[in-house]
């Protein structure tokens, strides 16, 4: 398995467009995570998917932010509008039920001008 | 409110000596804690965990302690390589809940050679 895909590896974008950051899980997981890093707040979890189905989005910052699960291969991550603010490196991670060792992916670096 | 704090933002180790890196909790709800390791662009990788059932836990290189009374976890490397210089983070997660884990803010590592 290639692990957790996510793309794009880099977003530019300017401020108060829409941005979509894409997470394909490794195949049989069905847990699905997307965490933000930033130098000040680290790395925290956004929204967690179990089976599909959002079970916590609490971490979720704002309403401009949104994730979908349409499939147990696909996730997506959408901000709109996005703000200098949300710069930051977004990881999408899954994992197996039963265990909690979740795996990575490399991350999307979004940059919001 | 930080449930997991790592104090020590960096630490530098000659190589062939140990590192010990720590890690400190505040919440009694937890029962699974990790470690896991980031390089530059990557995303984290798992590295090594323990249940709080134990009170440490042993792979190659690798050790992590757990000290419950004291909240407290510290990953010990014997040898230290150069290969190991990356950001450490420690984790924290309750089985008896949801299986989103809470992130140390990270220590980096670096192996002088």
């Known amino acids: 398995d290639a692990g957790v895909i996510q793309s794009p590896r880099h977003e530019v974008t300017e401020m108060g467009q829409e941005v979509t950051l894409r997470c394909k899980p490794i195949s049989g997981h069905d847990y699905l995570f997307w965490y933000r890093q930033t130098m000040m707040r680290g790395l925290e979890l956004l929204i967690y998917?179990?089976?599909?189905?959002?079970?916590?989005d609490s971490g979720m910052p704002e309403d401009r932010f949104s994730a979908k699960m349409p499939n147990a291969s696909f996730s997506t991550l959408k901000i709109q509008p996005s703000e200098p603010r949300d710069s930051a490196v977004y990881f999408c991670?899954?994992?197996?039920?039963?265990?909690?060792?979740?795996?990575f992916g490399q991350g999307t670096r979004l940059t919001v001008v | 409110d930080q449930q997991v704090k790592q104090n020590s933002p960096s630490l530098s180790v000659q190589e062939g000596r140990i590192s010990i890196l720590n890690c400190d909790y505040t919440n009694s709800m937890f029962d699974y804690f990790l470690w896991y390791k980031k390089y530059p662009a990557e995303g984290p990788t798992f590295l090594i965990s323990i249940s709080s059932i134990k009170d440490k836990n042993e792979d190659g290189r690798f050790t992590v302690f757990l000290n419950k009374s004291a909240k407290h976890l510290s990953l010990h490397i014997v040898p230290s390589q150069p290969g190991d210089s990356a950001v450490y983070f420690c984790?924290?997660?309750?089985?008896?809940?949801?299986?989103?884990?809470?992130f140390g803010s990270g220590t980096q590592l670096t192996v002088l050679p």
């Open positions: 998917f179990n089976n599909n189905v959002p079970i916590d």
């Open positions: 991670a899954s994992s197996l039920g039963g265990t909690t060792e979740a795996f």
């Open positions: 984790a924290a997660n309750s089985r008896g809940s949801a299986r989103q884990l809470t």
